[in-house]
């Protein structure tokens, strides 16, 4: 029984397009986030949602949108999609905001490439 | 700027060998430390992670990690590697709510 699922595992698109990655936790965890891996492996956050309230936005492009319609989904739409934003893409989640210090559980990584 | 470093971007041994990764980190608060294995095609999964207590801290599959505050650093060793062990390792720091990543070192474990 996945924690934490995400869809599609592998998304090829091209320029311009319009695209989303859904994600799902059955943790019963109250904080999810995006996280963005590129090509030299460096993870990078991207936003963090806590009962469905933004709570982390780091710089990122304005068209990279989250959308939390619960605690357990986090999905991540992106407008417009450009080269550089081939990446692996991956959801995480945890209970609280970490000050008890358990770490995140990740979802497999969505591996998007824009063509 | 904060940051979290892994120096070693690539590691190569051979089986059986010793293996230390370095990590060392710029923030003077109180911080949680973590460090996350990704093996090929799979998600990152949790090795260890130090919050309190002894510096020492054993994880999954025979790693361990040393805490040493007055260097900011937590580095992962395991006595004798594995060819399964080929992974890229992350370091991770806590503080509050932010979380940040080192860049990862690539482990290749020859048999």
């Known amino acids: 029984d996945t924690a934490v699922s995400q869809t599609p595992k592998y998304l090829v698109t091209q320029m311009g397009n319009d695209k989303s990655i859904k994600c799902e936790q059955n943790l019963g965890h109250d904080t999810m986030y995006w996280y963005k891996q590129d090509s030299k492996k460096f993870l990078k956050i991207m936003f963090s949602?806590?009962?469905?309230?933004?709570?982390i936005n780091e710089t990122v492009p304005n068209r990279f949108s989250p959308k939390s319609p619960d605690k357990a989904h986090l999905n991540l739409h992106i407008n417009s999609l450009e080269l550089g934003d081939s990446a692996v893409y991956f959801c995480?989640?945890?209970?609280?905001?970490?000050?008890?210090?358990?770490?995140?559980?990740f979802g497999s990584g969505t591996r998007l490439t824009v063509v | 700027a904060q940051s979290v470093s892994q120096h070693n971007h690539h590691v190569i041994l051979s089986e059986a060998a010793s293996l230390e990764l370095g990590c060392n980190y710029s923030y003077g608060g109180t911080v949680n430390l973590f460090w996350y294995v990704q093996y090929p095609g799979q998600h990152l999964q949790l090795l260890l992670k130090?919050?309190?207590?002894?510096?020492l801290v054993k994880g999954i599959k025979g790693f361990e990690a040393e805490f040493i505050k007055s260097k900011f650093s937590f580095n992962l060793r395991k006595p004798s590697v594995q060819w399964s062990d080929t992974a890229e390792y992350f370091c991770a720091v806590q503080t509050g709510n932010q979380f940040y990543f080192g860049t990862g070192t690539s482990l290749t474990v020859i048999p």
């Open positions: 995480a989640s945890s209970q609280g905001t970490l000050r008890d210090g358990r770490g995140y559980t």
């Open positions: 949602y806590n009962n469905k309230e933004l709570i």
């Open positions: 130090y919050f309190s207590g002894d510096p």
